[in-house]
């Protein structure tokens, strides 16, 4: 059992760039969240998704985000037009989504320069 | 509650002592309750849970008490190692909708 995957572990790009994180959760987990955390701080959530469909996006900001599940391969989660303040680590958890928490992955840390 | 960016609050404890760690959830309909630890550059894993018809439960080296009257969770850690360093986040959850985590608490062992 691989866990939660992650990639790539680490992702630099120009400010005005393209950033696509991707996680595959583990074998048997067809619920996948999000989460971001800053340096020296909490997970915020982003959003909550199942197989081709978005249950949860209450914390993704309104432009430049968007996040897919599909049916086959990874969830995706795409930043347009990077920013500065974009820089951030960005954690996947997937779970079989019957109330009984999440398993993490190692996170992707984005830096915008 | 959901952790809104304030920056960690850190306690520091002796080797060799015991730790407990104190969190305040916020949906008192949640029914189950986790501890997650999350080393320097290192995703958050899995500790201990709690379901909310408990309100103790034991692992190994550490105990979860929870206090469902005044919405209040403790993480107890025995004869804290080195290791033990992190921070510690807990977590709440309701069916099938998303974990909330507080906002976490830093732990440092002196050796």
């Known amino acids: 059992n691989a866990g939660v995957m992650q990639n790539p572990r680490h992702l630099v790009r120009r400010r005005g760039q393209e950033a696509r994180l991707r996680c595959s959760p583990m074998k048997g987990h067809s619920h996948v969240y999000w989460y971001r955390q800053l340096p020296e701080e909490g997970l915020k959530f982003m959003v909550y998704?199942?197989?081709?469909?978005?249950?949860?996006e209450s914390g993704m900001p309104k432009e430049r985000f968007s996040a897919e599940f599909p049916k086959e391969g990874p969830s995706i989660l795409r930043i347009q037009q990077v920013v500065r303040g974009d820089s951030a680590a960005y954690f996947c958890a997937s779970s079989t989504g019957q109330g009984n928490g999440y398993t993490f992955g190692s996170g992707t840390r984005l830096t915008v320069v | 509650g959901e952790s809104v960016g304030l920056h960690l609050p850190t306690l520091s404890v002796q080797e060799g002592d015991n730790s407990i760690i104190n969190c305040a959830y916020s949906?008192?309909?949640?029914?189950?309750f986790i501890w997650y630890k999350q080393e320097s550059g290192k995703g958050p894993q899995f500790i201990i849970d709690?379901?909310?018809?408990?309100d103790k439960r034991q692992g190994q080296r550490v105990t979860v008490l929870l206090n469902k009257t005044v919405k209040h969770l403790s993480l107890q850690i025995a004869a804290t190692q080195p290791g033990d360093s992190a921070v510690y986040f807990c977590a709440e959850n309701r069916g099938y909708q998303k974990v909330t985590f507080g906002t976490g608490t830093k732990l440092q062992v002196i050796p």
């Open positions: 998704l199942q197989k081709e469909n978005i249950i949860d």
């Open positions: 949906n008192s309909a949640s029914d189950y």
């Open positions: 709690i379901r909310s018809n408990m």
